[in-house]
């Protein structure tokens, strides 16, 4: 288990949206066929994250590894007993950071950033309002680290694509209205 303060992200090695996961359980105690009809039903998580099944039941077994989960047995008539999910305190505290912090890299914004998006505007207008500006700030400093001139035409070229996406990133994040 982790034992670093709840103030950083946890540090365990988990796939990206992991985290997102404990946003299902924080809004009941459910088992995975319940959170994976949840992703596969949600028409405005499908735009955004397909998972398997298996995937799924894969990922939280890993969060209840890292005791970011509990689970209790739930009879089943005809079948074999459902493992239900309990958010721990240690979870709570985990997605409550995890929410909350901006993605540090552009490419997390498709993912990652979408998952903490959808969950923040679930906890409130303040929330998701606090979730953009957080991500508003760390794309400026994106830009800032993006300056300088490329010597190479291939470098340069690359480098003025990331300067691009990183604006259009930041126009998107300016058009948001949470």
């Not at 894969?58 to 890292?66: K, N, S």
């Amino acid at each position: 288990m982790n034992t670093q303060p709840l103030s950083s992200p946890p540090t365990f090695d988990l796939a990206p949206g992991a985290l997102a996961l404990l946003g299902f359980v924080r809004q009941q105690p459910s088992h995975g066929y319940d959170i994976y009809r949840q992703l596969t039903q949600s028409p405005e998580l499908r735009l955004i994250w397909r998972v398997k099944q298996s995937r799924l039941y894969a990922l939280l077994a890993r969060l209840e590894e890292a005791g970011l989960l509990s689970s209790t047995a739930e009879p089943s008539e005809g079948r074999p007993p459902r493992r239900v999910f309990h958010l721990t305190e240690a979870g709570a505290a985990a997605f409550d950071v995890w929410l909350a912090q901006p993605v540090a890299q552009p490419r997390e914004i498709r993912l990652e950033f979408m998952l903490k998006l959808y969950f923040a505007l679930q906890a409130g207008e303040a929330t998701a309002a606090r979730l953009v500006a957080g991500q508003r700030a760390v794309c400026a400093g994106w830009l800032a680290d993006k300056e300088g001139a490329a010597d190479a035409p291939f470098a340069q070229a690359v480098t003025g694509y990331r300067r691009a996406h990183v604006r259009a990133i930041g126009a998107w994040l300016d058009g948001l209205r949470p």
